[in-house]
T-cell receptor, first 120, second 114 residues
Framework: AQKITQTQPGMFVQEKEAVTLDCTYD???????LFWYKQPSSGEMIFLIY??????QNATEGRYSLNFQKARKSANLVISASQLGDSAMYFC?????????????????FGQGTILTVHP | EAGVVQSPRYKIIEKKQPVAFWCNPI?????LYWYRQNLGQGPELLIR????????DSQLPKDRFSAERLKGVDSTLKIQPAELGDSAVYLC????????????FGPGTRLTVL
């Protein structure tokens, strides 16, 4: 079974500063994918960034980067230069891969989420 | 490209009534997912389709929930009869085989059962 843990129910950051949202995971799959999604108050789930378990480099997408530490089973999201529009719920999620098979493939297992508030 | 489309966006019904949700995935995405998101929690998978085939419906409460994806494109999720505990946001997502299989979500349907 896969499990995602987000230990920060809420985080506050000043506009233009960087913030790190924590995510740890547990899985027995030999390969897997890690995702971060943003969910504003309007409700849509917006894909931010992806990290494959065999990727050598940490993923980056604009102001988003993923600090992937495989040995520690952590996949923290770093948002640089925070903007007011970054205020939202952020979810870390995991998915098993094709080769893993079984029930972990396909479905995303989500954490409980972290509410980020950006102050002006 | 157009995103995942869902309708309705909001639905309020009384318990024991039926309700249906519709989803149109991103063009070219062969995999379609239905998730349920309870307040303050992450989404949980209800069912996953590969084209027309439901390949994972282990979390779908089959006594009252049903789903179909007849032509491998649009999908409908139905609840009959609805219960108070079914109040949640129902999210549809789609993906294609591209190495990451990233799931893209629709805006969701917020269901309130009174």
């Amino acid at each position: 079974a896969q499990k995602i843990t987000q230990t920060q129910p809420g985080m506050f950051v000043q506009e233009k500063e960087a913030v790190t949202l924590d995510c740890t995971y547990d899985t027995s799959d030999p390969s897997y994918g890690l995702f971060w999604y943003k969910q504003p108050s309007s409700g849509e789930m917006i894909f931010l960034i992806y990290q494959g378990s065999y990727d050598q480099q940490n993923a980056t997408e604009g102001r988003y980067s993923l600090n992937f530490q495989k040995a520690r089973k952590s996949a923290n999201l770093v948002i640089s230069a925070s903007q007011l529009g970054d205020s939202a719920m952020y979810f870390c999620a995991m998915r098993g891969t094709h080769n893993a098979g079984g029930t972990s493939y396909g479905k995303l297992t989500f954490g409980q989420g972290t509410i980020l508030t950006v102050h002006p | 490209e157009a995103g995942v489309v869902q309708s309705p966006r909001y639905k309020i019904i009384e318990k024991k009534q039926p309700v249906a949700f519709w989803c149109n995935p991103i063009s070219g995405h062969n995999t379609l997912y239905w998730y349920r998101q309870n307040l303050g929690q992450g989404p949980e998978l209800l069912i996953r389709y590969e084209n027309e085939e439901a390949v994972d419906d282990s979390q779908l409460p089959k006594d009252r929930f049903s789903a179909e994806r007849l032509k491998g494109v649009d999908s409908t999720l139905k609840i009959q009869p609805a219960e108070l505990g079914d109040s949640a946001v129902y999210l549809c997502a789609s993906s294609r085989y591209d190495g990451t299989d990233t799931q893209y979500f629709g805006p969701g349907t917020r269901l309130t059962v009174l």
